[in-house]
């Protein structure tokens, strides 16, 4: 097996193993860590097809994670994998009414961020000892809604390392919000922030990349990582359920081995497609992916142009996962169309930091052969929850009805006939005001009322772990001004 290193997408830097980049999270230079290049699976996939998830994680895992060794990485996935999910698939794939959709909502936090992030805290602690690390791990997160409690959750009681999270104070859903702020865990801290997910963000990144804190920091006792799909860690077990969904495809007779799928993926940070994407590269037939924005669409506008500018109006939107103007894993997806040159990365994202936009060195068509962009407008989202519901009773998330609209239009305009998978972000019981709206039902007040109005429209149990969330003591209470993260992390730290 070929031993993978990863690189900064910046270009400067020596290589470093797989563990060093989980642990220190971003490179020094600012850019992401890239693997220097991507691994081909090495198993046929007749072999993978019967393959359980956890066996299946392991194929895929051990081709990026070379430096684990293998009873590590098993460890790591057995851990993660487990009856935390409420279904022992642990991402299923249905077909209502003809579709194609893969649950990734299964976890512990009901979104699809617990695919990655129950198994990066035992990554991250393993690297840990594997690096020698003698300073705590400081987790700092920024999060549109779901990476929040996923991160909560993996890393709560986790012994050295503590997580301080950064949420848009208006941005996120009820439940969101709720599921964060009942944290329980004495290593936990959530923020919310007067501002939206760019803000938190960009605070996050800043204090990443802020040498003189990282000494400061050092000299306390603490190094700070990250939870963001920015962490190599998070991207890597993604790619597992691309693999997953075609084999499970295959295993419902909806496909052929070797038959080509396309993904249609609901996309704000651009983690989730680049795991499709890495998919892709190791030889998954998979045809094209199609990338599905919500109304702040700077993604579907760069893929028609080859210009990405987020010099724009922000919506908050009923699919609040998904309200980002500054798409962090894009950089990855850039440094492999500028043919792995770090100087020219350098340049668009300096580009992208002071003028809020950048334009593509060379012509745009170079992502036409794997990728195809649109985004669905909240008439076109609540369109499509309240039609799949009326022709199946499924009920979709908003997040996930972005996907649905935009692949049917992908279906319409191009006329590809190729099989299409619907990734699935989130559960219902996340977002039950926008899902009772769209369908037109009666939409009670308070939060019990809602999600027992959605059990009974849908014919689904409440899920145990909304229930657990409306009746916890609310335990986070800290606010901060966007300028404020990097004070509100020191107070928190008692530096
Ligand atoms: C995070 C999230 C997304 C966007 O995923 P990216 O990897 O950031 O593109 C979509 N839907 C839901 C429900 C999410 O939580």
Same mark, same amino acid.
């Not at 990443?208 to 306390?220: G, H």
């Not at 195809?372 to 499509?384: K, L, R, V």
């Not at 689904?460 to 916890?472: A, E």
């Not at 901060?480 to 530096?495: Q, S």
């Given at each position: 097996?070929?031993?993978?290193?990863?690189?900064?997408?910046?270009?400067?830097?020596?290589?470093?193993? !797989?563990?060093?980049?989980?642990?220190?999270? @971003?490179?020094?230079? &600012?850019?992401?860590?890239?693997?220097?290049?991507?691994?081909?699976?090495?198993?046929?996939?007749?072999?993978?097809?019967?393959?359980?998830?956890?066996?299946?994680?392991?194929?895929?895992?051990?081709?990026?994670?070379?430096?684990?060794?293998?009873?590590?990485?098993?460890?790591?996935?057995? /851990?993660?994998?487990?009856?935390?999910?409420?279904?022992?698939?642990?991402?299923?794939?249905?077909?209502?009414?003809?579709?194609? @959709?893969?649950? +990734?909502?299964?976890?512990?936090?009901?979104?699809?961020?617990?695919?990655?992030?129950?198994?990066?805290?035992?990554?991250?602690?393993? #690297?840990?000892?594997?690096?020698? +690390?003698?300073?705590?791990?400081?987790?700092?997160?920024?999060?549109?809604?779901?990476?929040?409690? #996923?991160? +909560?959750?993996?890393?709560?009681?986790?012994?050295?390392?503590?997580?301080?999270?950064?949420?848009?104070?208006?941005?996120?859903?009820?439940?969101?919000?709720?599921?964060?702020?009942?944290?329980?865990?004495?290593?936990?801290?959530?923020? !919310?922030?007067?501002?939206?997910?760019?803000?938190?963000? /960009?605070?996050?990144?800043? @204090?990443?990349?802020?040498?003189?804190?990282?000494?400061?920091?050092?000299?306390?006792?603490?190094?700070?990582?990250?939870?963001?799909?920015?962490?190599?860690?998070?991207?890597?077990?993604?790619?597992?359920?691309?693999?997953? #969904?075609?084999?499970?495809?295959?295993?419902?007779?909806?496909?052929?081995? &070797?038959?080509?799928?396309?993904?249609?993926?609901?996309? &704000?940070?651009?983690?989730?497609?680049?795991? =499709?994407?890495?998919?892709?590269?190791?030889?998954?037939?998979?045809?094209?992916?199609?990338?599905?924005?919500?109304?702040?669409?700077?993604?579907?506008?760069?893929?028609?142009?080859?210009?990405?500018?987020?010099?724009?109006?922000?919506?908050?939107?009923?699919?609040?996962?998904?309200?980002?103007?500054?798409?962090?894993?894009?950089?990855?997806?850039?440094?492999?169309?500028?043919?792995?040159?770090?100087?020219?990365?350098?340049? +668009?994202?300096?580009?992208?930091?002071? /003028?809020?936009?950048?334009?593509?060195?060379?012509?745009?068509?170079?992502?036409?052969?794997?990728?195809?962009?649109?985004?669905?407008?909240?008439?076109?989202?609540?369109? !499509?929850?309240?039609?799949?519901?009326?022709?199946?009773?499924?009920?979709?998330?908003?997040?996930?009805?972005? !996907?649905?609209?935009?692949?049917?239009?992908?279906?319409?305009?191009?006329?590809?006939?190729?099989?299409?998978?619907?990734?699935?972000?989130?559960?219902?019981?996340?977002?039950?005001?926008?899902?009772?709206? =769209?369908?037109?039902?009666?939409?009670?007040?308070?939060?019990?009322?809602?999600?027992?109005?959605?059990?009974? @429209?849908? &014919?689904?149990?409440?899920?145990?772990?909304?229930?657990?969330?409306?009746?916890?003591?609310? /335990?986070?209470?800290?606010?901060?001004?966007?300028?404020?993260?990097?004070?509100?992390?020191?107070?928190?730290?008692?530096?």
């Amino acid at each position: 097996m070929e031993n993978i290193v990863y690189k900064s997408t910046r270009g400067h830097g020596e290589p470093v193993s !797989a563990s060093y980049a989980i642990v220190h999270g @971003i490179a020094a230079d &600012g850019g992401l860590f890239v693997p220097q290049q991507l691994p081909v699976m090495d198993k046929e996939l007749s072999e993978l097809v019967d393959m359980n998830y956890r066996e299946l994680a392991y194929e895929v895992m051990k081709l990026y994670l070379t430096d684990f060794s293998e009873d590590e990485l098993k460890y790591c996935i057995e /851990r993660a994998y487990d009856d935390k999910f409420d279904t022992k698939a642990i991402a299923p794939m249905v077909h209502p009414n003809g579709t194609n @959709i893969l649950e +990734l909502f299964h976890g512990a936090t009901l979104a699809f961020k617990d695919m990655a992030l129950s198994v990066l805290p035992y990554l991250m602690t393993t #690297a840990a000892r594997k690096q020698d +690390l003698e300073e705590e791990i400081v987790i700092l997160t920024a999060t549109s809604g779901d990476t929040g409690k #996923a991160a +909560l959750e993996g890393f709560a009681n986790v012994s050295g390392v503590r997580i301080i999270v950064f949420y848009p104070k208006d941005g996120v859903s009820t439940i969101q919000r709720l599921q964060m702020v009942t944290q329980q865990g004495d290593n936990t801290h959530v923020v !919310a922030m007067k501002g939206n997910f760019d803000d938190a963000q /960009r605070s996050v990144k800043e @204090i990443f990349t802020n040498q003189d804190e990282a000494v400061r920091m050092k000299n306390a006792g603490y190094m700070f990582s990250s939870a963001n799909s920015i962490n190599i860690g998070r991207l890597v077990p993604q790619v597992v359920y691309y693999y997953w #969904a075609y084999l499970q495809m295959v295993r419902d007779r909806k496909i052929q081995l &070797g038959d080509k799928v396309n993904f249609c993926v609901p996309t &704000g940070n651009f983690g989730n497609i680049l795991a =499709a994407y890495y998919a892709k590269a190791m030889g998954l037939p998979v045809g094209k992916l199609v990338c599905a924005s919500n109304s702040n669409n700077v993604l579907t506008d760069f893929f028609h142009t080859g210009r990405y500018d987020a010099n724009r109006q922000f919506y908050i939107t009923t699919s609040p996962s998904m309200d980002i103007l500054v798409s962090s894993n894009l950089e990855r997806l850039i440094y492999l169309v500028c043919k792995e040159d770090g100087a020219q990365v350098q340049e +668009l994202m300096d580009s992208l930091r002071q /003028r809020g936009s950048y334009t593509l060195p060379m012509d745009k068509s170079v992502l036409e052969e794997d990728f195809w962009a649109e985004f669905a407008d909240e008439y076109a989202t609540d369109n !499509a929850i309240r039609t799949i519901y009326q022709k199946s009773g499924y009920v979709m998330d908003p997040h996930t009805a972005v !996907a649905y609209s935009v692949a049917e239009r992908y279906q319409n305009e191009t006329g590809d006939d190729t099989t299409m998978v619907i990734v699935s972000t989130a559960s219902p019981y996340k977002f039950p005001t926008s899902i009772l709206q =769209a369908v037109e039902a009666e939409v009670p007040e308070d939060e019990s009322s809602l999600m027992q109005k959605l059990s009974e @429209i849908s &014919g689904t149990p409440i899920p145990q772990r909304v229930k657990q969330v409306l009746n916890s003591p609310i /335990r986070h209470h800290r606010v901060c001004e966007k300028e404020k993260a990097l004070a509100e992390v020191r107070g928190i730290l008692g530096l």
